[in-house]
């Protein structure tokens, strides 16, 4: 596209970066063109009209011009700023970690309708009140269907059988489940207790809405977000910063709403 041309994208901001005295560096993921980044001048200013557009989740409508490195943020038209994530450090810390995934994830103007519109939809339901443990491994799932890398849970990726009993053999790295009866287990096997098993089979199926209404033990919690942080991890080939966050706050107990 040729510098000085204009155009404009319904976005999310998944990343900030303060350069100079007053400026920001932004990492938008758009529902048309993928993510971008873009410069707001002077968005650090107190009376700015770029500030509150500039800020981590903020969804709405922005307008840039074509810059010769970065591309210029003109104007913005805020549609939702999650008042309510932002006043809650857990589901702050939360709506990061899934910024961020989707960073990790995604290459410059790449346009994915799903993908955006399933961040967008695990951002409103952080507003509403949903557990954001649920929230962020629902969105996992999701995302890792999206990118090709459904896991299996159903039957074993090696003999294709329906695994006995009610708990599973979970390996990251095969990318489902795996049985003792058809060969050694690998080594970076996660055992899964059959209402884990369950739960997550539930979380792969759902539609957003139905994320009100699920509600999982502590057990259950912990052993899903094992299972599925060290999968992510190994799909992405990379640790996501805010995981050592989360797993800060909940050693702490903190959990309060808010916390801010």
Request: glycine fraction near 8%.
């Amino acid at each position: 596209m040729e510098a000085g041309r204009t155009y404009r994208a319904t976005a999310i901001v998944l990343r900030r970066v303060n350069i100079g005295e007053t400026d920001r560096v932004i990492a938008l993921y758009t529902r048309e063109k993928g993510k971008i980044s873009g410069i707001a001048k002077g968005a650090r200013k107190a009376l700015s009209k770029l500030a509150g557009a500039s800020e981590l989740f903020t969804y709405g409508r922005y307008f840039l011009a074509v810059g010769r490195e970065l591309d210029i943020i003109t104007q913005t038209e805020i549609r939702e700023s999650f008042p309510r994530i932002r006043g809650d450090l857990k589901r702050v810390a939360h709506a990061t970690y899934i910024a961020e995934l989707v960073n990790a994830l995604v290459e410059e103007h790449e346009a994915n309708f799903e993908l955006f519109d399933t961040l967008l939809s695990a951002l409103y339901l952080l507003e509403g009140g949903v557990d954001p443990e649920i929230v962020a491994r629902y969105f996992e799932l999701q995302v890792m269907s999206l990118m090709g890398y459904r896991p299996e849970l159903d039957r074993c990726l090696r003999c294709d059988r329906a695994p006995a009993g009610e708990g599973v053999m979970f390996s990251p790295s095969s990318g489902g489940v795996v049985c003792e009866e058809c060969g050694p287990l690998p080594d970076d096997v996660i055992y899964l207790s059959g209402e884990s098993a369950t739960a997550m089979r539930r979380l792969l199926a759902a539609e957003p809405q139905a994320l009100k209404d699920m509600q999982f033990a502590p057990a259950v919690k912990d052993e899903l977000f094992h299972a599925i942080r060290w999968y992510v991890r190994y799909r992405t080939d990379r640790e996501i910063k805010s995981t050592e966050f989360i797993q800060a706050l909940a050693a702490a107990g903190t959990g309060a709403e808010e916390a801010g």
